[in-house]
């Protein structure tokens, strides 16, 4: 989800700039979403939830492990609220840690004024200053027993034994923290890659927490596929002037003009600025405008029509959750037919990349339905998923070895990132490639030069539970569509971060074997972080996946046996 910022969230002028400890943020009223009233220093009147000892031991340790959320200078004062004595607890610079799957269980007890509890569960990752979370691979056991003392029946409990690292609740951090993805600039072109972030959802000093994040520039995993066009060194800050916002950059050092509109673009997408602002730098103004003046940067489109298309007896058929038609006014592929064709892939300039199989052999065929299709050489194995990279460039896998392909002249070069990867999807952006491999799901950055080189960074696993991995696609461009096994579930959404798993409902028994998906809309805010259509093939059958479950794809009263469904970025 993304939350759009207006003037009133974003300017909290009295609040203190938190350089030292930017990334744990405040617990001070939630921000006003909407148009900039001209009260803009006041804040909503909304409080944030707080958490304290209660007259029960069990429930104040369970408070305890949800207080520590929130801005990390005032952590200590709301952790010391459940202490018989004041103490320190962990540096805010080492983030933290989460706890899940919690049990909280009275130990002991010594009549009335004394208690022991004990506390267990997992410690599943840690939430850093930065506003990155990094989970662990596998989870660490957590066993901590915390004492407990209070004068009477009548006194709130205090804790006078705990650990001194702070915890917080994971079911808390996933209720209260949201995305606050930064973005940054592909290889000095007019596109922006998403940096997952998360924000603590009641700030009044949002804009300025999520500016330091912008200056202090992309994470490593990001860092690979893009730049921050804003020089390092830079300072910034909000500022109201006349009900208009101006972000005031000191730089770091001096910069070409044609890097201030991708300064702006990044402001602008960072920051979620729908309303007009203006950027200045060492005291020029550069830029006035306001998200949709950068929407282009995005390599999302926006109003992304709600249809899929997959390949039935040789024939590439179109879905618009109505119709099942091989007739399009408006795509001239839809229809496109030939011998042994088993899966397609189409650019948004309608260029065609087909795998078709002819006396048992694959090959790899471009162009347009209209004209001939040139079949690309130098390509020997088993062929699978066709992506568009650019409008010259096809990545397919080759033998289980993703390989990227200039459609005109045949040059090919294989990628360095798996040697047998059995499903393919490649991020709108072109900089991130999702796979599956020896039954897992991963992501892995791309970055691509002045020459169209592809260099492949580390790759990611994502989904670090779920097994049995057959299909992956994008659902937004910060989550993932997973198919694969975890208990009785079948189908995921999980974040780039493996922060967040979110189920899909009412797919036991399906046996899926690939999935095709829509990317979310960037802008709009999307809690289900998922766009429409999802399509996937389970027990030989064409299914679109709604919210609330899968539906079998008719054509009129016949259940569809499509395969190999697809979408098209038009």
Not at 211 to 230: H, K
């Amino acid at each position: 989800m993304r939350r759009r910022t207006s003037l009133a969230a974003a300017l909290a002028l009295g609040v203190t700039w938190v350089a030292s400890a930017c990334g744990i943020p405040s617990d001070k009223a939630p921000e006003v979403v909407g148009d900039a009233p001209s009260d803009f220093d006041q804040s909503s009147g909304t409080s944030a939830e707080a958490f304290g000892p209660e007259l029960d031991a069990v429930p104040t340790v369970e408070n305890y492990l949800k207080a520590a959320g929130g801005n990390a200078e005032g952590r200590d004062d709301r952790l010391n609220a459940f202490t018989a004595s004041e103490k320190q607890f962990s540096e805010p610079s080492i983030g933290i840690d989460l706890l899940d799957n919690i049990s909280v269980v009275t130990a002991s007890a010594t009549g009335v004024t004394s208690a022991t509890v004990t506390v267990t569960g997992s410690v599943v990752g840690t939430y850093l200053p930065d506003g990155s979370v990094r989970m662990n691979a596998a989870p660490r056991d957590y066993d901590e027993t915390f004492t407990l003392q209070r004068e009477t029946l009548q006194d709130l409990w205090s804790i006078s034994v705990l650990p001194s690292q702070a915890m917080l609740d994971y079911d808390q951090f996933t209720a209260v923290y949201e995305q606050a993805p930064l973005y940054f600039e592909a290889a000095q072109s007019e596109l922006l890659v998403p940096d997952l972030r998360w924000i603590y959802r009641d700030l009044d000093a949002e804009l300025r927490l999520r500016l330091g994040w912008l200056l202090g520039g992309p994470l490593e995993f990001a860092r690979f596929s893009a730049r921050n066009a804003i020089p390092e060194g830079t300072s910034g800050k909000p500022v109201a002037d006349d009900g208009v916002l101006r972000i005031e950059l000191s730089l770091g050092e001096a910069v070409e003009p044609d890097t201030h509109a991708a300064m702006a673009a990044q402001v602008a997408w960072s920051l979620g600025l729908d309303n007009r602002f203006v950027l200045i730098a060492d005291g020029e103004e550069v830029f006035d405008g306001s998200l949709s003046d950068w929407r282009g940067w995005n390599a999302i489109p926006a109003d992304l029509p709600e249809t899929g298309y997959f390949v039935a007896d040789d024939t590439v058929w179109e879905y618009d959750s109505e119709n099942v038609t091989t007739e399009s006014p408006d795509h001239p592929w839809v229809g496109y037919q030939v011998a042994g064709l088993r899966q397609v892939a189409v650019s948004p300039e309608d260029q065609i990349a087909a795998v078709v199989r002819t006396a048992g052999v694959d090959t790899l065929q471009t162009g347009t339905s209209s004209s001939a299709m040139r079949v690309i050489t130098d390509l020997s194995g088993n062929l699978a998923d066709p992506q568009w990279l650019s409008a010259g460039t096809v990545i397919v896998v080759d033998d289980g070895v993703p390989t990227a392909i200039a459609s005109s002249g045949g040059t090919v070069q294989t990628l360095a990132v798996g040697t047998d990867v059995t499903d393919l999807a490649l991020a709108a952006d072109g900089r991130r490639l999702a796979y599956v491999e020896d039954g897992s799901a991963w992501v892995a950055p791309l970055s691509i030069d002045a020459d169209g080189n592809i260099q492949v960074g580390d790759p990611r696993r994502i989904g670090h539970d779920i097994t049995d991995v057959t299909g992956v696609a994008w659902s937004s461009e910060n989550y993932l569509w997973v198919a694969g096994v975890r208990g009785d579930d079948r189908l995921f959404r999980v974040a780039l971060d493996n922060s967040r798993t979110d189920v899909q409902s009412w797919t036991l028994g399906l046996e899926i074997a690939q999935i095709a998906a829509n990317p979310a809309d960037p802008v709009e805010s999307n809690p289900l972080n998922r766009g429409e259509p999802v399509l996937v093939v389970a027990n030989a059958t064409l299914y679109r996946v709604q919210s609330s479950g899968p539906e079998e794809v008719r054509n009129g009263e016949q259940a569809v046996a499509g395969t190999a469904p697809f979408t098209v970025l038009q």
